[in-house]
């Protein structure tokens, strides 16, 4: 940053006397510098003269973590873990001092009617009398004309926060973040005034079912929809909602869904995650009215291979399927439809008595296991390349599973004359119309390697350095990053 504020503050010509041209700009453009900056290095600024430390002091990003005063400040009880008296202590102090910034900044920005563009407060309820004090920001905040709202809140077992109602009648609006907090029953659709909102993101919130309905649909400008780990409802129902394009809904751990249907026509994006292993994925209702839907995301369910075949088909754009912790029920050979005079095609192939259907094209696949302990990968590329015929090929790189990976790219090496044929009376098997695999972005390959038996023992032997190395890397950091290996087909 440095260097950039040196080359710009330097005299255009000889002769000519050095401008601070960069503090001569407008306030707006100099919080928009701002914005691309972490929280700490836009502080940062205000060292550079008095001109910076307004500009800091009216920067419309107010981010509130009390990460900033102490990493302990996220313990809800320090007491129970057995720290001493004096850390209990410094850590009092600490949010103190947490609460009196967030106090300050708030109040200033009221008494001098500054506008918010955005308003983070992530902070751990360590008692109840907290809440009061939560409350009174939230008064503040409501009359700032915040346009980007993020409260996470972290809250003792079974508690949450209750949302004052003025907050939920902000017009002001467009992204919505709530964690921690409960929506009460008493709020009906009345209540959201939220005319500019297009994202709201819930997690970890406490909504019935009623609530969670006369949201959604209050919100006629709603693009983009999460809800994570939320209590309170067991099925979600969207229906002719005309601006939704995203939904993303993952059933809290401990309620067992009962039902998603959504039956929205320009949905573009449904990603679906639970952990109830007695639920089917044909038992979660995607209506074909989706026809715009591009990507699709399924995880932690059964399938039954006939419903995923049927539901593929009925979206004709579909340009991203991703399956993950996925129990397939049967063996799939995945097709594309063609219906004749209205029937239903059956899903075996063997049934098609020698007819070829043509292939679902896809821009990218991607395949994720979790945990896998032997299988037949021949077998299982067939059930894949059937009629799936991928552009790009993801394979997530995953420590204790790396023969999953070399499972999978064995399978795929091309043979000249393939003699793993899957072919069945006069449908052609995949293999015979895949022309090549190259490798796109895998560490210490050059792009567009061809995977040939060659590379195959060199991938495998990187494969099995990178497992060690992912191990120790866990071990020692608890974080592993993720990395993929990447391969385009030619068909």
């Not at 994006?269 to 639920?279: I, M, P, T």
Request: glycine share 4%; net charge negative; hydrophobic share 40%.
């Amino acid at each position: 940053m440095g260097d950039s504020f040196g080359s710009l503050n330097r005299d255009m010509g000889e002769g000519t006397s050095s401008v601070d041209r960069i503090s001569e700009l407008p306030d707006f453009i100099l919080h928009q510098i701002l914005s691309y900056l972490s929280t700490k290095e836009a502080a940062q600024t205000g060292l550079i003269s008095k001109r910076w430390q307004y500009v800091c002091k009216t920067f419309p990003i107010l981010d509130c973590h009390e990460w900033f005063f102490g990493r302990e400040l996220d313990i809800l009880n320090p007491k129970e873990l057995g720290m001493p008296k004096d850390e209990r202590r410094k850590i009092f102090n600490q949010r103190v001092k947490f609460m009196s910034y967030v106090d300050e900044k708030l109040q200033r920005f009221h008494e001098e009617n500054l506008c918010v563009k955005k308003f983070l407060l992530h902070i751990t309820l360590v008692s109840n009398n907290l809440a009061s004090r939560v409350d009174s920001w939230m008064e503040l905040v409501t009359d700032l004309r915040v346009q980007e709202l993020d409260i996470y809140l972290t809250v003792g077992r079974e508690r949450f926060y209750v949302l004052p109602m003025k907050v939920l009648a902000m017009e002001s609006l467009t992204i919505l973040n709530l964690r921690g907090c409960l929506l009460s029953s008493s709020f009906n659709r009345d209540t959201f005034k939220f005319s500019s909102l297009i994202e709201l993101h819930l997690r970890d919130v406490f909504i019935d079912e009623a609530t969670i309905q006369d949201l959604i649909y209050s919100i006629h400008s709603l693009e983009v929809l999460t809800l994570k780990n939320c209590l309170g409802f067991e099925k979600l129902e969207i229906y002719d909602h005309d601006t939704l394009r995203k939904l993303v809904y993952h059933p809290h751990k401990g309620v067992k869904a009962k039902k998603l249907s959504v039956k929205v026509l320009n949905l573009e994006e449904l990603d679906f995650c639970s952990v109830d292993k007695d639920k089917t994925a044909s038992e979660i209702i995607i209506d074909s009215a989706c026809r715009n839907l591009k990507r699709l995301s399924l995880s932690g369910i059964p399938i039954d291979a006939k419903w995923l075949q049927s539901t593929i088909s009925s979206f004709p754009l579909l340009e991203h399927l991703f399956l993950g912790g996925c129990v397939l029920q049967v063996v799939m050979k995945l097709s594309s439809p063609v219906l004749k005079e209205g029937e239903e095609m059956p899903f075996n192939a063997e049934e098609y008595n020698g007819i070829q259907f043509p292939p679902l094209e896809l821009n990218s696949m991607k395949l994720v296991t979790h945990t896998w302990t032997s299988a037949n990968y021949v077998a299982l590329s067939d059930g894949l390349f059937w009629s799936l015929r991928p552009e790009i090929l993801s394979l997530e790189l995953n420590y204790y599973s790396p023969e999953f990976l070399k499972g999978m790219l064995k399978s795929l090496v091309v043979e000249e004359e393939p003699n793993r044929c899957c072919s069945q009376k006069n449908i052609k098997c995949w293999r015979h119309s895949l022309k090549d695999v190259k490798l796109i972005n895998v560490k210490g390959f050059e792009s567009n390697t061809l995977l040939d038996s060659k590379t195959l023992s060199n991938l495998t032997n990187f494969l099995d350095d990178w497992a060690i190395d992912a191990q120790r890397t866990v071990k020692s950091y608890g974080v592993l990053t993720g990395e993929t290996l990447s391969f385009r087909f030619s068909w």
